[in-house]
């Protein structure tokens, strides 16, 4: 079969669906993949696949560069001829989605959370609802990474075919192993990985970790992510004066994961977070907003805690709990964390849900 995957960026499609990738192309298919170019392109055509550049502007709101896109789609699928389209990401879905439509392709779909255009009621809302709906209409398989964002589209009236719920982008847990739990020093590590955006909960964070550091100087705050917002200076200042380490963008997130005692998600929606599966698989405690795509990636008390979204209060509150816990408690909610990665969250599961879909195509 010939494969076509539309995705927005290449560092997401690279280590999360990798394995997926390296599936499809075991299987003797064809995998080409449209997204712009960066520098996990050549990381995505060592494995086999075949590269075509598309220009999209991940966060733009211009609706011609966006009709553009659209038609780019088009052009592409009526030259490759693909057998089947996989889509990720609300670009991708929408636009691909219609490209798909018009030439009669099958198209699977990913929705890969909310996004901030549809948390945020108005206008703007609409719009993408709007959008959604033409996009969504004729998929084949819809995935979900979480219940509530199954729910939200069925309210909308946007689930038009077949629906499954599959555990976000599933862990590598190979690649995220269970390491060794870091000594019981006297300083607690505290791990945040994510672009650097209001969306995250980056706000809150840097207010919490101020407050805590005043109470527990011996608490270290790691930061690693690139700078989406307007969030460098206040970063910089904050990690001159010793409140945070700031490490920016990184490849090896999972050498921060090893060091740390528990990572930190203040996120306000998510589909599922990643970082929290690859925390969890490596046998680190989760400390996430409740929201869906957080909530789910822990057991509460068990092996992380749960805070208020957008309440600093709340946020502090559970990273005080969590620095006086017993260090034996620590390490075996670290130890629950990947029980429950093995039980529920293996990205085989991910895979198998979408060469099952494929094959029934």
Not at 310 to 328: G, T
């Amino acid at each position: 079969m010939k494969i076509l995957v539309l995705a927005n960026f290449g560092m997401g499609l690279y280590n999360f669906r990798k394995e997926l990738l390296e599936e499809l192309l075991n299987q003797k298919n064809v995998v080409y993949i449209s997204l712009p170019n960066d520098e996990y392109v050549p990381k995505l055509v060592s494995l086999g696949c075949q590269f075509v550049e598309t220009p999209l502007e991940r966060r733009g709101t211009n609706p011609i560069k966006d009709i553009k896109l659209l038609l780019h789609y088009l052009k592409i699928i009526k030259r490759m001829k693909p057998d089947v389209v996989l889509t990720y990401t609300i670009k991708p879905n929408v636009y691909g989605g219609v490209a798909c439509r018009i030439t009669k392709t099958p198209y699977i779909t990913n929705i890969t959370g909310l996004g901030t255009s549809i948390e945020n009621r108005g206008f703007i809302q609409k719009i993408t609802l709007m959008l959604y709906k033409a996009g969504l209409k004729k998929t084949s398989c819809l995935f979900f990474q979480n219940e509530t964002n199954l729910k939200f589209f069925n309210e909308k009236k946007l689930v038009k075919s077949k629906a499954r719920v599959i555990p976000g982008s599933g862990v590598n847990l190979v690649q995220h192993p269970l390491e060794e739990y870091p000594d019981d020093d006297e300083k607690n590590r505290f791990l945040f990985i994510g672009r650097m955006m209001k969306a995250k909960g980056i706000e809150e964070l840097l207010q919490a970790a101020r407050i805590v550091k005043e109470k527990y100087p011996n608490t270290q705050f790691d930061l690693i992510g690139g700078c989406e917002e307007d969030y460098f200076q206040h970063l910089a200042e904050l990690n001159k004066s010793g409140i945070i380490n700031y490490h920016g963008q990184q490849n090896d997130v999972h050498s921060f994961i090893k060091k740390s005692h528990a990572t930190i998600l203040p996120s306000y929606h998510e589909g599922t977070a990643n970082v929290l599966l690859e925390s969890a698989s490596s046998g680190r405690v989760v400390l996430a907003s409740r929201v869906p795509g957080c909530k789910e990636t822990f057991d509460e008390d068990l092996s992380g805690f749960g805070f208020e979204v957008k309440s600093v209060e709340s946020l502090v509150e559970a990273i005080i709990k969590f620095i006086r816990l017993p260090y034996v408690q620590k390490k075996a909610m670290g130890l629950a964390g990947r029980k429950k990665m093995e039980n529920e969250y293996d990205r085989k599961i991910v895979i198998n849900a979408y060469v099952d879909e494929i094959n029934n195509l």
